[in-house]
């Protein structure tokens, strides 16, 4: 005799962002899945990985705010990190074995002189325990097996890096940098240049873009809140495109833009900052999101829309 099935629990169809504060411990992938289950959502993604190791901002995206994941993992990222100075690791953070120990003889000036020296565009090497691929495969797998491949340098630019605390052998900074920056490199850099080594001890993601940790939530608070209460934790989806200039349609250039229409910038109540910008945010005149679209050549062209019931 078979056991009945259960029932299905019917998705909901949500629009909008999630602030989410992850966990030690927790791959975004495994955040993103309770997160979707909590709402019951029919459609989810995150913007970007952020390592186990790592807590902080992951910006999670429901239905038609997975349109738009793909500017947050080309946006800047802020950090607050700590490196302990005097060890390298296998990994370069804390999860890996200590394969170098040296004397820790600097003291907190010639901390900031070493830091001053990775601001602006700098050569990262990947580090061997990563995600980027190399043939097909991860490179992880390649250094779990006892391998080293090798890696072509990859140019990020370090856009902000301050001390904020030194008690030695431990030195705690804030970075803002591109897509792409390899934190464990940055701190394991660092310390050669300070002549001890260093590997990662902590590593906290509070910036995301313009998205801060100011509106994120924690798993556990989602947990122990109701249906209702969770819903006032989502952002609009127009979250994701903040630092875009705006422009604003009237009812025919809604309609037409809607159809995937190109429309001349001359018929439309643009300012200069968007007819010059790379890619605005389009909205209808009761200010509903319609969607992102490019100026340039005399048109303003649709790119990505919004879906909704009004559409």
């Known amino acids: ?61 429901f239905g038609e705010a997975t349109k738009f994941s793909q500017d947050l993992l080309e946006a800047d990222k802020t950090y607050e990190a700590t490196m302990r100075l005097g060890v390298r690791t296998t990994t370069g953070d804390a999860e890996g074995e200590a394969i170098d120990t040296r004397a820790v003889t600097c ?35 390649y250094a779990r097996a006892g391998q080293t ?6 140019r990020v630019t370090i856009l902000k890096l301050d001390l904020l605390a030194c008690a030695l052998p431990d030195v705690t900074f804030r970075v803002t940098c ?22 990662l001890v902590a590593l906290r993601r509070t910036g995301v873009g313009a998205l801060t940790l100011e509106n994120s939530v924690t798993l ?33 250039a809604t ?13 439309l109540s643009i300012s200069s900052d968007a007819a010059n910008a790379p890619r605005v945010r389009v909205y209808a005149a009761e200010g509903r999101l319609l969607g992102v679209a490019k100026p340039g050549e005399g048109v303003l062209a649709p790119e990505r829309l ?6």
């Open 149 to 154: 491949v090798e890696r072509e340098g990859r």
């Open 306 to 311: 919004v879906v909704t019931a009004e559409s």
């Open 255 to 267: 309609r037409r833009f809607l159809h995937g229409q190109r429309l001349k910038l001359s018929e």
């Open 220 to 252: 556990d608070a989602l947990s122990d809140a109701t249906e209702a209460e969770r819903d006032t934790w989502l952002q609009p989806v127009d979250a994701l495109l903040s630092t875009f200039p705006s422009v604003e349609l009237n009812e025919d």
């Open 178 to 199: 591109t897509k792409g920056t390899y934190v464990r490199t940055l701190a394991e850099d660092i310390g050669e240049a300070l002549g001890c080594g260093a590997h």
């Open 107 to 141: 003291d907190e000036a010639a901390v900031v002189a070493a830091m001053s020296g990775f601001l602006g565009e700098i050569t990262q090497i990947p580090p061997m325990y990563s995600a980027l691929k190399r043939d097909g495969k991860p490179l992880y797998e």
């Open 1 to 61: 005799m078979t056991a009945p099935q259960r029932p299905r629990v019917p998705r909901r169809v949500l629009d909008g962002v999630l602030l989410l504060d992850k966990p030690l411990g927790l791959s975004s992938n495994d955040a993103l899945i309770r997160a979707k289950r909590l709402y019951l959502a029919k459609k989810a993604g995150h913007t970007g990985t952020l390592d186990p190791l790592a807590t902080g901002l992951l910006p999670l995206c």
